[in-house]
């Protein structure tokens, strides 16, 4: 297979920036984009949706992807190089399956990759993998991080370098079966009334590969400082996105069921979250996922949709300019 694969340029114009009009990239399904600028490019870190043939189920069992895939941008408008053999399960001793949703960091000249995946006993974990280049291929670490599971790894370096990882995703990704740090193997749902369950952080240690401390869960809240529950159609389901935009945290999440990307600010990157409203109103296809990020003095929603196969587990990753508002709110423009 092409270790490369090149779109043509792009076909629209956004009012003030020429991006990519449609998937980034053609011939291959992406979905759950990281978006980092690393040396002024911008590098999209992706599932690759594949139809494996497995079945369909709550937990998501159809979406059984065993690779991941970076798409490297030097221009917003085109060509996408898309970069495959960048990590594979065949590659992970503990990995089985269900490669989801990547995220990746930087420090000095080591590039990490973070990523979920179900272990031989059917456990989402979290692992993490080294490059010297932003696009791979990585090598994994033989184990996966101790003291965290669920899915959807998330890192923001912080101003003062410090690293945080956020994590969770309820139903098949099985946050619901951890208590605290400790795998249950039991779906535990708080009730309707009773504040939602959040994802989890934990400070990285300097090399990035292990927890410095304890996970803690991340509360959102609404504007009143009242904790969202379980049965509100804002309350977190899966995907968080942590980034820090004019000083101010933004916590970008999915609600699931009601298929919607929002965000809520902090001052702290532990939380309290206060709920502050929808960035992307729900988009084909059942999940819906992203990550934002700056380029040049623009900020850009990284998404997916089932557009192009009708298919909810495959995708293609799409780019969109976003408008960071006078009071904080983050709204993208998706055409
Ligand atoms: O791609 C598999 C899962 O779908 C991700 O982990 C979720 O965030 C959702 O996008």
Redo the contacts with the bound molecule.
Sequence with gaps: EDVTRTTTAADAVAPEVALIDGPLVDGVFT??PSGHVWDGVLYVYA?HDEDTGASDSDE?GH?D?RDYRVIELRDLAGPAIEHAQVLHVDDVPWAARQM??PDAARRGDTYYLFF?ARDHEGVFRIGVATSSSPTGPFVAECQPIAGIGS??PAVLVDDDESAYLYVG?LQG?QLQRWDGDTYTGVDTYPADDAPALGPRVARLTDDLLALAEPTREVLVTDETGTPLTQGDPRRFF??PWVSRVDGVYHLLY?TGSTHTLVHATSDSPYGPFTYRGTVLEPVAGW?T?GSIAQVGDRWYLLYHDAQVSGRDHLRNVRIAPLTVHADGRLTAEVR
């Design positions: 979905a759950d599932s998501g979406y992807m989801w949703a979920p899915i959807d995703g990704g899966e995907g999915s999940t996922h």
